[in-house]
């Protein structure tokens, strides 16, 4: 069963109902959208496979798929998978199917002869295949490729679908609509390809390296396992000031994809702008890529320059913690503030990473995985309400518990998993990461935890604005979920619970990898400090048989 290459097929599949749902006629909308979900249905089903052969006590990367792809410059078409990246393959393919559902809106293009829903599942399908090649690459040109390419995609779901309107704003409110989704659309993409041309000096760099130390054949080579192992042992033959140099074009870019403080400006004008399932392809899968890169790339490939850096883009980590949780609290649009805890639970993300303890690798790890889920419970619950009420201010809610109870609860459970409540998933991953932290920068993990105050300001805040108190003028007749809106809904709030309070199955994957990435870095958990009197002062019996200093 495992020499079924199954990684090939992930990737591919998406790809496949892709095409397949281009080639629907242009007035059956429904037929389209059936073919995208799916489509989405069997790459969750391939994926669960991969879960099923993933053996969490075998070698660190399996499934391996290696073939010859451009022999004149060492690159392969090589894949694999580790605990690490098979969290978030699963987190990716569980998330698309939920997102065509919440953007089925069968009412949404004017025209039968519109290719409008067509489009836009393809691009979604095509975003999804784009991630997936990059999380099981062992590549690193293939992986840098994809890296860019999944750009082009997004760059149309955003520029191309909004969110619903009304359909009474006047002529001129539409041009301003559109020119302020194009503009948050061409940010994103120049911000990003920018950052990727960055990376793509590095990766040239990094290739010129191996080239002088012959590790491929006759010449340099791309492939991840070989170049690790290189730059371990100091084979790479690179003094500090190159590695440092390669190292930060690497960060750049996963920084501006993550997005790190200060090159996130990009998110949350593409947030808004987007529809609200494009927002969560993009802030918990896309945006992942990010993270993911600084966890596998920056760490495994240059463990010294990363060292050196640690202190710095921790500090820059606590910054958007703080940051993001500050600004969150002053938004007046709901979609934007949702936008704004994102930049702060990155931050989470990447201190962890650079915490480089193995409390702190997994608690990033499992925390990319819970920001996904909440993100795209709040998110979307938000989004929900938004399209019924046509306005994103929240000073116009109110009352919204009295008419809609359903879907005012599930906004407050995903909301208190936004603000890490126990029990709920995002809890036991900042409390890692904090942990983690704590023992290697304990100064950065005071400041990070002051986050949770202003989290629980913000979440709650907003909760009692938009949903208690009176019915405010036209709220009285915004509808409960619908069943189809439901269908999305119950199973991220059971993820969040199941994970909340049974996070082991997931943390039985991710530990080995991160344990096996920090033993290649030469990295290890500081070891606890104990004060010299303590060791010393003997110890003394009490009555009831138990020991006192």
């Known amino acids: 069963m495992t020499d079924f290459p199954w990684l090939t097929t992930l990737w591919v599949l998406p790809l496949v109902g892709a095409a397949l749902v281009l080639v629907v006629p242009a007035p059956h909308r429904t037929v389209a959208r059936a073919t995208g979900l799916i489509a989405a249905l069997a790459t969750l089903g391939v994926a669960i496979v991969v879960a099923v052969c993933f053996d969490p006590g075998g070698s660190q990367y399996q499934l391996i798929e290696s073939h010859t792809w451009i022999p004149a410059f060492g690159a392969g078409y090589t894949l694999g998978v580790d605990g690490i990246a098979l969290v978030l393959l699963l987190l990716t393919a569980a998330l698309v199917p939920l997102l065509i559902v919440a953007g089925w809106a069968d009412d949404r293009e004017a025209g039968s002869g519109r290719r409008v829903a067509h489009i836009y599942v393809a691009l979604t399908l095509v975003v999804e295949s784009m991630v997936l090649v990059s999380f099981v690459s062992l590549d690193i040109l293939l992986f840098y490729v994809f890296f860019e390419v999944m750009l082009i995609p997004m760059y149309f779901l955003i520029g191309g679908f909004g969110p619903r309107t009304t359909g009474t704003e006047s002529a001129e409110q539409h041009l301003a609509i559109r020119q302020q989704r194009s503009r948050a659309a061409v940010k994103f993409l120049l911000y990003n390809l920018f950052g990727g041309l960055i990376m793509l000096a590095a990766v040239i760099g990094l290739y010129v390296l191996t080239a002088r130390a012959d590790l491929g054949d006759g010449g340099g080579t791309f492939d991840f396992r070989v170049v690790m192992a290189a730059a371990n042992s100091g084979e790479l033959g690179a003094g500090p000031a190159v590695l440092n140099a390669l190292?930060?074009?690497?960060?750049?870019?996963?920084?501006?994809?993550?997005?790190?403080?200060?090159?996130?400006?990009?998110?949350?004008g593409a947030a808004v702008s987007a529809t609200p399932a494009s927002a969560v392809l993009m802030m918990a899968v896309v945006d992942k890529v990010g993270t993911f890169g600084m966890l596998r790339y920056c760490l495994m490939l240059f463990p010294s320059a990363s060292t050196t850096y640690a202190p710095l883009i921790?500090?820059?980590?606590?910054?958007?913690?703080?940051?993001?949780?500050?600004?969150?609290?002053?938004?007046?649009?709901?979609?934007?503030?949702?936008?704004?805890?994102?930049?702060?639970?990155?931050?989470?993300?990447?201190?962890?990473?650079?915490?480089?303890?193995?409390?702190?690798?997994?608690?990033?790890?499992?925390?990319?995985?819970?920001?996904?889920?909440?993100?795209?419970?709040?998110?979307?619950?938000?989004?929900?309400?938004?399209?019924?009420?046509?306005?994103?201010?929240?000073?116009?809610?109110?009352?919204i518990q009295k008419v809609a109870p359903v879907l005012a609860g599930t906004f407050l459970i995903a909301g208190l998993a936004t603000l890490s409540l126990p029990g709920l998933a995002p809890f036991v991953s900042e409390f890692l990461v904090l942990l983690g932290t704590f023992t290697r920068y304990p100064?950065?993990?005071?400041?990070?935890?002051?986050?949770?105050?202003?989290?629980?300001?913000?979440?709650?805040?907003?909760?009692?604005?938009?949903?208690?108190?009176?019915?405010?003028?036209?709220?009285?007749?915004?509808?409960?979920?619908?069943?189809?809106?439901?269908?999305?809904?119950?199973?991220?709030?059971?993820?969040?619970?199941?994970?909340?309070?049974?996070?082991?199955?997931?943390l039985d994957r991710i530990n080995p990898a991160v344990a096996g990435t920090l033993t290649t870095i030469g990295k290890h958990d500081p070891a606890p400090t104990v004060p010299p009197d303590a060791a010393t002062t003997p110890a003394v019996t009490t009555p009831s048989g138990g020991n006192h200093r």
């Open 443 to 506: 100064i950065a993990a005071v400041f990070a935890t002051g986050a949770l105050v202003l989290a629980a300001l913000y979440v709650l805040w907003l909760y009692q604005r938009m949903m208690t108190g009176p019915v405010r003028k036209g709220n009285e007749r915004v509808r409960d979920l619908l069943p189809r809106e439901l269908v999305v809904v119950v199973p991220l709030l059971v993820a969040l619970l199941f994970l909340g309070i049974y996070p082991k199955p997931v």
């Open 247 to 268: 190292f930060l074009g690497f960060m750049f870019a996963f920084a501006v994809k993550a997005p790190l403080w200060p090159l996130h400006t990009w998110l949350p």
């Open 314 to 399: 921790s500090t820059l980590a606590v910054i958007g913690i703080l940051y993001g949780a500050l600004l969150a609290i002053g938004q007046t649009d709901v979609m934007r503030l949702i936008a704004y805890t994102s930049i702060s639970h990155f931050g989470f993300i990447i201190l962890g990473i650079f915490a480089m303890t193995n409390q702190g690798g997994s608690g990033a790890t499992l925390y990319m995985v819970n920001h996904g889920i909440s993100t795209a419970a709040l998110f979307l619950i938000a989004g929900f309400l938004v399209s019924r009420r046509g306005t994103r201010a929240i000073a116009e809610f109110g009352g």
